[in-house]
């Protein structure tokens, strides 16, 4: 069974920057598209970033687009978030997430395997 764990996130001042990695278990990482999610107390699941398989294809949220990098390490079967111009507005639960099946995804619905997510808290 595929395990999801996220780590990186933290306290950070407006303006600053953070890393959030995903680690998978499982020898079939490479094969999926992966994704990053993030969820803020009171409000829905919001899509940040995805990446393909090959991590040729990658796509943002609009209102992370220029801020944020997603990227991947299929040698360690690692997710990365780098997230730097941190705001406010980018406070919540950060989940990685992977789909059951091959394809490129960029709806919350289209992902079967959940991390528990890590916090991320930006102070203005």
């Known amino acids: 069974q595929v395990q999801l764990v996220e780590s990186g996130g933290g306290l950070v001042q407006a303006g600053g920057s953070l890393r959030l990695s995903c680690a998978a278990s499982?020898?079939?990482?490479?094969?999926?598209?992966m994704g990053w999610f993030r969820q803020a107390p009171g409000k829905e699941r919001e899509f940040v970033a995805a990446?393909?398989?090959?991590?040729?294809?990658?796509d943002y949220a609009d209102s992370v687009k220029g801020r944020f990098t997603i990227s991947r390490g299929n040698a360690e079967s690692t997710v990365y978030l780098q997230m730097n111009d941190l705001k406010p507005d980018d406070t919540a639960v950060y989940y990685c997430?992977?789909?059951?099946?091959?394809?490129?995804?960029?709806?919350?619905?289209?992902?079967?395997?959940w991390g528990r997510g890590t916090q991320v808290t930006v102070s203005s």
């Open positions: 990446i393909s398989s090959r991590g040729i294809i990658t």
């Open positions: 499982g020898r079939t990482f490479s094969s999926y598209t």
């Open positions: 997430a992977r789909p059951s099946r091959v394809g490129y995804f960029l709806r919350a619905d289209e992902y079967d395997i």
